[in-house]
């Protein structure tokens, strides 16, 4: 018997196109565990393995009974990404009428907080290197651009969806990647690739300074750590750095200097703060210990139970 399966795990998403030819040359065509319109129910597994084909059955996942009957059976599946239409799907009922009611008051102003909590809860899923917050966290920051995107497409000014989204960045990729998808020279080096990048940025943005583009909103390190690179890219030496020596203008210098080198200045002063407080933690974990309150810990306390491997510098 000639049989294909195709897996559908994600309906709303279509059937893929490569099982078009079989489902027209099919038989008979069943749906098992869906209701898909055209398809008829499939029989019990032990008569569907008797059937002769050609036969095509659709099935949520493998571990289907009909799946299962059928050991031999080719296996289409869906594209990569076809999740991301049922996601697509369920946001837009959620604001839709008779949705969610928190839902449906928010705005891109309201829900700036929480971009930024979930880009940080991901930050410390790829810190902790926690595969499954990472996987949970990612789903958090899709769910900030699903949601953007939905509040987008009802403005009534400039209305634009999640597709429009999704096209502007596959032209963006495509026409940063020029090596890749086109003829052009190629690349062979991370750095030689940044220095591309910023060519075909200045080019398409048509930007008039080096630091257009960059987000005055970032976190102060990261902000100095860019500007370091930005200028340094261009040639701008590091005695024009902020003079001074006050703290903020030393930091800025730190943080440019770092950032020029290779070293990410937001991502390891976060490392150092990180340690640090677990080295609080473990202190006051020693005082209690010694059946020590560490809210009354004075300065002689603190050095007495700090961690002794990780004594401050």
């Not at 009957?69 to 999740?83: C, E, K």
Request: hydrophobic residues 45%; negative net charge.
């Amino acid at each position: 018997m000639t049989a294909t399966v195709v897996l559908l795990p994600y309906p709303d998403a279509g059937v893929p196109l490569a099982a078009i030819p079989y489902v027209r040359d099919a038989r008979a065509v069943y749906a098992s565990g869906l209701d898909l319109p055209g398809a008829k129910p499939a029989p019990e597994p032990s008569a569907l393995a008797r059937e002769e084909g050609p036969l095509v059955v659709f099935a949520p996942s493998m571990d289907d009974p009909a799946v299962q009957a059928l050991p031999g059976a080719q296996v289409i599946t869906q594209p990569q990404g076809a999740g991301l239409v049922e996601a697509a799907q369920v946001m837009d009922v959620l604001r839709s009428p008779g949705g969610c009611p928190w839902d449906a008051k928010q705005t891109h102003e309201s829900l700036r907080q929480y971009l930024v909590e979930e880009t940080y809860e991901l930050l410390d899923a790829i810190e902790e290197n926690d595969r499954v917050a990472l996987r949970e966290e990612l789903g958090d920051v899709l769910l900030q651009v699903l949601f953007h995107a939905r509040l987008a497409a009802e403005d009534a000014g400039e209305p634009f969806d999640i597709d429009a989204v999704a096209g502007a960045l596959v032209a963006k990729l495509v026409g940063r990647h020029p090596h890749v998808f086109a003829d052009a020279e190629k690349i062979h080096t991370p750095e030689h690739q940044e220095v591309k990048w910023e060519e075909l940025k200045q080019a398409e943005k048509q930007r008039q300074s080096i630091v257009d583009g960059v987000a005055l909103g970032q976190p102060a390190a990261a902000l100095a750590g860019k500007l370091g690179q930005r200028s340094g890219r261009a040639g701008i030496p590091l005695d024009l750095f902020p003079s001074g020596l006050d703290a903020p203008g030393r930091m800025f210098t730190l943080a440019a200097t770092a950032r020029r080198a290779g070293v990410d200045p937001e991502g390891e002063l976060r490392a150092v703060a990180k340690r640090f407080a677990a080295q609080v933690r473990a202190a006051e974990a020693n005082a209690r210990a010694a059946g020590v309150d560490p809210s009354t810990l004075e300065a002689e306390g603190w050095r007495a139970y700090w961690p002794k491997s990780e004594s401050p510098q």
